[in-house]
Antibody, heavy 117, light 110 residues
Framework: QVQVVQSGAEVKKPGASVKVSCKTS????????VHWLRQAPGQGLEWMGW????????IYSQNFRGRVTFISDTSASTAYMELSSLGSDDTAVYYC??????????WGQGTLVTVSS | QSALTQPASVSGSPGQSITISCTGT?????????VSWYQHHPGKAPKFIMY???KRPSGVSNRFSGSKSGTTASLTISGVQAEDEADYYC??????????FGGGTKLTVL
């Protein structure tokens, strides 16, 4: 069955970078996309962008362009999200989700990233 | 790209029907029938419960139904149950490989 498993919680200092992994199984990684979203405390879901599993084609939300990088490792069916120049307002739970036919049909459990000095 | 607009909260007693609205623009929700809905119990992974505005994936209760008219989509839960208490998010394709989400609606079952 489909599984989407994210890496564990991170604590980072302001100005640092964080890299979150999203390991998938149970489906063709290269035939689907991986979307990234986040949820800040008390806020709703915010879409960050997506990466195509077959050719690394990426789209970034304008809110994160220049600060976020998506990578896919097809040999490990794993996607990565790296966010740089962290500030306190980047404290959030980050989610990855499998994208298929315009829906996000399987989600990871979320990764809490805390930015604190 | 602005977020879709949802009410912050709705509530209903067990057995009642509730409807959550989701309003977009002619560039996103009004231009595509690619609206999806997600149920999110805090601390758990979100779950998709509706796609293409009105279609239910297998395994989702038929108490959930969707509709869309113009730039507004709606999710209706008939006979709401305690287990339905969660946050609900709408999402629309907005063209140019961009997706946009709503701010979320907290459903409280009284």
């Amino acid at each position: 069955q489909v599984q989407v498993v994210q890496s564990g919680a991170e604590v980072k200092k302001p100005g640092a970078s964080v890299k979150v992994s999203c390991k998938t199984s149970g489906y063709s990684f290269t035939a689907n996309a991986v979307h990234w979203l986040r949820q800040a405390p008390g806020q709703g879901l915010e879409w960050m962008g997506w990466i195509n599993g077959v050719d690394n084609y990426t789209i970034y939300s304008q809110n994160f362009r220049g600060r976020v990088t998506f990578i896919s490792d097809t040999s490990a069916s794993t996607a990565y999200m790296e966010l740089s120049s962290l500030g306190s307002d980047d404290t959030a739970v980050y989610y990855c989700a499998k994208g298929r036919n315009y829906v996000l049909d399987w989600w990871g459990q979320g990764t809490l990233v805390t930015v604190s000095s | 790209q602005s977020a879709l607009t949802q009410p912050a909260s709705v509530s209903g007693s067990p057995g009642q029907s509730i409807t959550i609205s989701c309003t977009g623009t002619s560039s996103d929700l009004g231009n595509y029938n690619l609206v999806s809905w997600y149920q999110h119990h805090p601390g758990k992974a979100p779950k998709f419960i509706m796609y293409e505005a009105t279609k239910r994936p297998s395994g989702v209760s038929n108490r959930f139904s969707g509709s869309k008219s113009g730039t507004t989509a709606s999710l209706t839960i008939s006979g709401v149950q305690a287990e339905d208490e969660a946050d609900y998010y709408c999402c629309s394709y907005a063209g140019s490989d961009i997706w946009v989400f709503g701010g979320g609606t907290k459903l409280t079952v009284l």
